[in-house]
């Protein structure tokens, strides 16, 4: 997955569309990727890059952290 599909997905998984994602939408995210453990991965993602400490990756700076954590963790971007 690339850098611009990445975010085009971070997008597309805001469930409620308030401009944030929060873990349950992440994790939710994940399923549908097939991934396992996804309670677990879309908690230490965003423990990882919520920056503002909010419980919810929103923003540029925290959309980029979270892009470097699923390359380094999860394989699915070349960010």
Known sequence: MTAQKFREWIKSIDQNGDGRISWQE???AL???GMRCTRWKA???LVNADLNHNNHIDGDLE???LMKYA???W???DA
């Open 75 to 77: 394989g699915i971007t």
């Open 71 to 73: 390359a380094k963790c």
């Open 26 to 28: 992440l994790r939710d």
């Open 31 to 33: 399923r549908v990727l």
């Open 43 to 45: 908690w230490r993602a």
């Open 63 to 65: 959309v980029d952290e």
